[in-house]
């Protein structure tokens, strides 16, 4: 049984009520403080102190302090008034079970609404933080996007004055051109002149002799007369190169229209430029030429640095993606990294642009599909493998390496050889 504190003191005033309980040993972390606007209960163990009160309080701004043995409440009257006693009188065991239980529910309702109050607070924080996240991040997406546009117009002035530059170099250029047709032709001019007049001096010459007569004719109007006459042409032979032709096919066996179309493939292919790279402007002009490029990536790739090698083949795809060759090389360097999917869409890429299959692009063809097959049984996919070997065989026949390879990947699928 817990022991009942009955020697308390109390004091008021007509706005507060202050009590002071003597509690031994007491401390914060053992006492356990109940307040409602109706009932105090102090529980200390082994001390009880419980007091019902005689009118309402402000439980929410009354307080309670402990210290020196002894906790001391200052409760605050609801109403101004001087209370009789600090204890309601002639209250029986029921009616303090049922202040007690009014007690403990009131107090549940008002831990409940200060819980969802907390919550609500809680939420309008969240919100609020939203909002201003929401907001720093539309402020940043506005200032990235007046960069970049102000990038733009600041590229697009650049561009233009180059442009100008440009313009301006070609008109210079012209006016010399020009300049020098035109003195070209007045030098021309002028020794069209010499010779008409030199050819008027021999006919006035000429005149001369003969009006003395044509006893004055003689030896030296003779050989006068050999001088006026123009040297016979010089004999000589000329010599004919005919272009011969790319593809050394004869004409029965030939096919014209495939060859022809796949030149006509390559050469478009050869001026498909593209210009619209930022970094263009940065490059040297051998690195602007995919050619250049193609022939740096196969000497990285010699070295075995194939991610140089990569570099140097993405470029100039950027540059020219109708070069069937780059894709080509690309995908073997994705095959020695072991890239199998990039390396497959790259040997497919290059299949694409080898059309028409014409002898001249027979050996590339059959590099497409033997890297395709080769990237296909890595991933294990034998029978799509297995299809691009025997495509490679009907290009290359007598090729011994792709025979082996397309009977051990036919073992595999029938299942006479253990995959390593």
Known sequence: MPLQVSDYSWQ???????????????????????CTENYLKVNCPPFLFEVFLYAP????????????DTIVFTLHKKEAAMWETLSLSGVDKEMMQRIREKSILQAQESAKEAMEAKAGA???DQKYTLNVMMKIEEEERKRIEDMKENERIKATKELEAWKERQRKTEEHKIIQREEKLYQQEKQIEEERKKLKHKGLTRNSVSRNLVTKGRNSENIFFEK??????????SVGNIKINFTPRVFPTALRESQVAEEEEWLHKQAEARRAMNTDIPELCDLTEEEKNP?????KGNKLFATENYLAAI?????????????????LNRAACHLKLKNLHK????????????????ADNANARMKAHVRRGTAFCQLELYVEGLQDYEAALKIDPSNKIVQNDAEKIRNIIQGTELKS
């Not at 001088?227 to 042409?233: M, Q």
């Not at 390396?343 to 014409?358: G, N, R």
């Open 12 to 34: 008021q005033t007509r706005t507060a009520v202050f009590i002071s309980v003597p509690l031994r040993g007491v401390s914060v972390r053992d006492a356990d403080v109940f």
């Open 57 to 68: 309080i402000d439980d929410e701004s009354s307080k309670a302090k402990i210290g020196n």
């Open 122 to 124: 809680r939420r309008e």
């Open 224 to 233: 006068l007369k050999e001088d006026s006459i123009p040297a016979p042409r």
């Open 291 to 295: 050619e250049w490029l193609k022939d």
């Open 311 to 327: 570099n140097a083949y993405n470029l100039a795809i950027r540059l020219n993606n109708k070069i069937p060759l780059l894709y």
């Open 343 to 358: 390396a497959i869409e790259d040997s497919s890429k290059a299949l694409e642009l080898l059309t028409p299959p014409v």
